[in-house]
Nanobody, 122 residues
Framework: QVHLVESGGGLVQAGGSLRLSCAAS????????MAWFRQAPGKEREFVAD????????YYADSVKGRFTISRDNSKNTVYLQMNSLKPEDTAVYYC???????????????WGQGTQVTVSS
């Protein structure tokens, strides 16, 4: 069982930065692929980025590539999402998720956090 809690969301102007954190409980954190998804009002939840168990492999959605960076610290059971050059279209609830393999699809992820709101004003 893994319990995930996101933090770090907020209101920021376009061009600004935010750093999201996702703290995980459980001793098996390092065995999971960790991912960030987001969901804007009226839209489906979409993949943002993920990171392999050891942190050596990352994957990004085209919409955030070059602006967002995912990282993890297994000693702290935490995964991060550094978001730079934010745009109004990045406004969404951001969720972290834990799964057994890299995938862009929502369903295979086993555990989800409650989400944190990110709002980017123009």
């Amino acid at each position: 069982q893994v319990h995930l809690v996101e933090s770090g969301g907020g209101l920021v102007q376009a061009g600004g930065s935010l750093r999201l954190s996702c703290a995980a409980s459980g001793r098996t954190f390092s065995s999971y692929v960790m991912a960030w998804f987001r969901q804007a009002p009226g839209k489906e939840r979409e993949f943002v980025a993920d990171i392999s168990w050891g942190g050596t492999s990352t994957y990004y959605a085209d919409s955030v590539k070059g602006r967002f960076t995912i990282s993890r610290d297994n000693s702290k059971n935490t995964v991060y999402l550094q978001m730079n050059s934010l745009k109004p279209e990045d406004t969404a609830v951001y969720y972290c998720a834990a799964g057994r393999k890299h995938t862009l699809v929502v369903a295979p992820y086993d555990y989800w956090g409650q989400g944190t709101q990110v709002t980017v004003s123009s």
